[in-house]
C-alpha cells in the first residue's frame, strides 16, 4: 500500500504571496490532519478533516485554511505568507474505524518563505 | 489546555546499556499517550500507544496518571534505536481523532 503523499515536496515563496499543499492519503483512509513542525514551536495541530469536513482546528490564524475533496484528498493553504510560515508541514491520515491518535504521516512539503 | 513536556532535548547512552526517555503531561481530562519516532532519513511513525501495553522493537511505556508521566523506556539500547522520539496525547473522551499534542522530541543516541 502506498503510504501518504505529499506534494510538493520542497517550496520556497516570498512574503505576501500565498501557497497550496496537496496530501494523498493512504487509500481507504478518509481522516487527514494537518500539523506545521518547526524547531522553535515543534509539531503543532492545524487541523483534520473527515468526510470533507473539518472536523478539528489548531491555533492558527485564518490565513490557514484547507479543505478536503471527495476522494479524501486535502489540500492546505496559507495566504499572504509571512516569515515564520517557513516550516516542514505534513499531513497524516488515520483508516476508517482506526483508533484515535493513531496516525500515518507523509514525508512532509518544506516551505522557505523569503 | 493539555501540555506535553519532553525534559531531555537531547540523550546519549552506550549500547547495551539501559535508556530512559521522559515523558510529563498535564490534561484535566481523559488522555491517551503515544510515542512516536523518527528515524533519519524516515517520516514520523507511531511506536507505541498505552493503551496497548505491548513492547515494539524492545520499548515499553507505563502511563503514571499519579505522576502524569509517560517514561518510554528500554533496558538495552541498540545502536538502531538513535532517533528522535516525540511524546503526544490525545483526549480520548473526546472527539480528537486525530488531534494530538506533541512534545519537543527528544534526540536519542546510542553510541557504539
Known amino acids: 500500500k502506498a503510504g501518504v503523499t505529499q506534494t510538493p515536496r520542497y517550496l520556497i515563496k516570498t512574503r505576501g504571496q500565498q501557497v497550496t499543499l496537496s496530501c494523498s492519503p493512504i487509500s481507504g483512509h478518509r481522516s487527514v490532519s494537518w500539523y506545521q513542525q518547526t524547531p522553535g514551536q515543534g509539531l503543532q495541530f492545524l487541523f483534520e478533516?473527515?468526510?470533507?469536513?473539518?472536523?478539528n482546528k489548531g491555533n492558527f490564524p485564518g490565513r490557514f485554511s484547507g479543505r478536503q475533496f471527495s476522494n479524501s484528498r486535502s489540500e492546505m493553504n496559507v495566504s499572504t505568507l509571512e516569515l515564520g510560515d517557513s516550516a516542514l508541514y505534513l499531513c497524516?491520515?488515520?483508516?476508517?474505524?482506526?483508533?484515535?491518535?493513531?496516525?500515518?504521516f507523509g514525508e512532509g512539503s518544506r516551505l522557505t518563505v523569503l | 489546555a493539555q501540555r506535553v513536556t519532553q525534559p531531555e532535548k537531547l540523550l546519549s547512552v552506550f549500547k547495551g546499556a539501559p535508556v530512559e526517555l521522559k515523558c510529563n503531561y498535564s490534561?484535566?481530562?481523559?488522555?491517551?499517550l503515544f510515542w512516536y519516532v523518527q528515524y533519519s532519513r524516515q517520516r514520523l511513525q507511531l511506536l507505541l500507544r498505552?493503551?496497548s501495553r505491548e513492547s515494539i522493537k524492545g520499548f515499553t511505556a507505563d502511563l503514571n496518571k499519579g505522576e502524569t508521566s509517560f517514561h518510554l523506556k528500554k533496558p538495552f539500547a541498540q545502536e538502531e534505536d538513535s532517533a528522535m522520539y516525540y511524546c503526544a496525547l490525545i483526549d480520548a473522551g473526546g472527539t480528537s481523532y486525530g488531534k494530538l499534542t506533541f512534545g519537543q522530541g527528544t534526540i536519542l543516541t546510542v553510541h557504539p
Open positions: 478533516y473527515f468526510s470533507e469536513t473539518q472536523r
Open positions: 498505552h493503551i
Open positions: 490534561y484535566s481530562g481523559s488522555p491517551e
Open positions: 497524516a491520515s488515520r483508516r476508517v474505524g482506526g483508533p484515535s491518535g493513531e496516525l500515518f
